[in-house]
């Protein structure tokens, strides 16, 4: 075995009893659709990152989030979507190939677990990304949106795709490919065509994106629903490369990740983090909301 097992530290106990290499601190309530997380009460540091688009080749951001992955304080990361530029599905991983990009990325990953909580949400370039890969990696899958409880209060995260609601064609094309039937045809083909098929798809994305298309921003009156649902006052999501903080009135707020490219110019490396105040508690609650921007040197 490349990997190593899991050692894990006596304070995270409590949450891994269902399965030592996957962190577990997930339940489902009846009062809630979706799924929610519990932050343990050793956690002061949550980080949250997305759009990283990694792909081989695009160096400079793979070292960045390399760098960020082994240096954070947080106790916890959560991806929330588009970590890889494409997925077509879990065996582009060979173990045996040490240099290739997706097993330096499962060595980054399962490294960086094994000291910290890794949670990973599918992005509509990722959305093929297997519980088997997750768990090479160290890290849980969550569903979108998912509900986070930390710091006395109810955080919303999603991607942010499936708010996108003016443009009709991608949620048609979108409630196509979440489907279990077609991502059993789709994963049954040959990793070649896989590989093809999405290599035209994003040169189709590229066209567009030239053409100077105007993008749908998530739509805030269904994000403001969606936190009614969840009782939550934030909704944390990506997806849109918009980063901000939206006041959506009601005390809601709507908070935008930056997506990543060390290489552009500025650098855009940007990590949201949530830190407990000093002397509060998960009841008492009263946290900060930060914007970091890793190191490059
Ligand atoms: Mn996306």
Redesign the pocket.
Known sequence: MMFRRKTWSSKRLWHCEMNASVPQVTARTAALPWQLLQAPPSWRNIDFI??LHLQDGAVATFCAWQDFMQTTQADAVFIL??LFEVWVGDDIFKPEQAQAFETRCAQVLKSASQRLDIFFMH???DFLLGAEFAKICGMALIGDPAVLEFAGQSWLLS???ALCLMDTDYMAFRAQVRGVKWQQEFLARPLAQRLEIARELRAQSETRKRSGVVYSDVDNTEACNWLHTAKASHLIH??THKPADHELGDNLRRVVLSDWDAAGKPPRVEVLRLTLKAAASHQTGSCSIRRITTDLA
């Open positions: 997305s759009d979507g588009d992005g509509n370039r991607h942010g795709d990506g997806h």
